[in-house]
């Protein structure tokens, strides 16, 4: 057959018209694949605003942060790898400083409950959490001191009895708002607070962010702890990209520490932001497949509605489509001419459920609180719902054409 | 020979039954010829009317339309031949209800070649000429019966066929209209439209030049028709034609 675009023009006319004389069994018809269309692009689009939304978050978060902390090999015995033996040592962080050079900064963590109450107020004692830390960890963090001064390298050298505390902590405990050079009493022992830690605005990951915190040297708060304590270590790495290269020099570097045998398994381990942005990535790709593959049965759903409308409109339309071969309709011509009606309700469904879908976003993004205002229809999202319906067109409505294309032209006006 | 038909033979198989519809037909039709075939049902006729359409093809035998063998064709050439060569006129008009009288003639040149090309002009050109040029918008339900067939008409013309074909032309249309068709089918054969009607009124084929008539898959006579005394009679004074005695 010659490709004949006016034929194809004029057919596309025809097939709108057809839709148009059936408004409302069209709207039926293709209403599988506009709940479909409707449903999936929504999703994606509320997916891609949850990943812009927590992928930003992860930026501000610092994309350079570097945690390191204990782990039992999977599947190891509790008793070949007990605590005192994998747990983090204090040299194995200096180490760390020392030699990663795509490691600038490195700071222990260590928490512990302690009560605490200002010495010049007559208050009742509180529990707080007690943070042992590093100086660094403050750049670390992105936490700076807003008022007094952070600790130096001699506080921590000296285990001295000095402490930061934040907000919350002022609030809690009845302190100055600048409350450098107070004494709080912290399980009996007098710590000069020497200043205020700023607190972070909230984040979807820091849940409470809010919380209580003193601060105090790292060192100091390793005395005020069993010998063999818990900590873990938060460092940074020179620059996003080498995130990767400083993970790997920590692990030789403390696998080298612990002389761990090359077939040894790590005993630590070290995560970097870009992990759990790879991870938070390979979720959101996995939920966009599950939704991706929902939606690939709606629209099977749909188009058996639209090849079994389309069925029932070549049996219907049998006089006309005999007649139209009488005039001299080749078999290809009539194939085209139902294909097209059956991919032109599909493109009518497929547009209704991209327009029902903007709605829903738009919908979406104003919640409050629920994360989801970067909410948008992707491109690729509307370019693949329209490919989809098209193909559902095809894919359905062949056989309904194949079978108008092949009616014998004196049967089918002889139809009734 | 604008149609020439040599042992023309059609073999339906219905389950184990074996029907010979066609049993050697030959058949010449020559230009501007106005032809009447009439049988009675299980003739043949409809099946030679359809082969004579090319909607249909022979077990056996040559059919030439305008110099052409037809006969070995396949769908795509057949359509072709309906397109260029062939106008069906049908008992029961068969116009697209929802589409304007306009848009039913010139549904022929939809799958033209070249069919565009002063497609509305031919349409209304073909409605004037069959004396409808002031119903082009109208659909078909506000039509009368006449109209309807007015426009199928029109629409069999506007490829300027070879051959008209008409089944049963006037089986639907009361008396009145019938009179006003066959005039119309006269006024077309006199501008030298050649024309195959098959019927089984006679006085419907009374207005032909020759009358076919089949009986068992068979040509049984062709003969010119014979003139009615009274025919003629009124011939000569101009009345034009009146219905023969009612079979």
Redesign the interface.
Known sequence: ?IFNP??LL?TILLAI?QIR?NKMRSFLTSLGIIIGVASVTSVVAALDGLKTRVLTEFETFGATKIFIIHERPAGAPRNMYPFERIRLKVEEVHLLREHCPSIRRVSPQTSLGASIRPVQLQRDAVTITVHGIWPDWHDIENRSVIAGRPFSQIDEENARKVCLVNESAIRELGLDADPTGQFLLVNDDRFLIVGVVETLQPTIFTMDSVATEVFIPFSTAARMQPPEFFFYVLGQAVSPQASEEAQAEAEFVLRRARGLAPDEPNTFVVRTIDQFVQQFKALAAGITAIAGGIVAISLLVGGIGIMNIMLVSVSERT??I????????????ILMQFLVEAIMLCFAGGLAGLLAAQALVTGLSKIPNAGLDAAAIPMWAVILAFAFSAAVGIVFGMFPAIKAARLD??EA?RHE | MTIRIRQLKKIYRVGVETIHALRGVDLDIGRNEFVAIMGSSGSGKSTLM?IL?C??RPTEGTYELAGKRTDRMG??EL??I???QIG?V?QSF?L?P?QSALRNVE??L???RGG?LGRRRRAREALERVGLGDRMKHRPNQLSGGQKQRVAIA?ALI?KPTILLADEPTGNLDTQTTEEIIQLFRELHAQGQTIVLVTHEEDVAAACQRIIRLRDGAVYSDQPREKDPVQMQRDAQGIGAVRGPTT
């Open positions: 057959m006016l034929l004029q018209d004389a006089r006309e005999g007649l139209r071969k009488a005039v001299g309709a080749r078999p290809s011509a032209p004196i006006l | 359809n359409g909607l249909d769908a795509g359509a072709r309906r397109n260029e069906f049908f068969e697209l929802r549904l022929p939809v799958y033209a565009w629409r490829n």
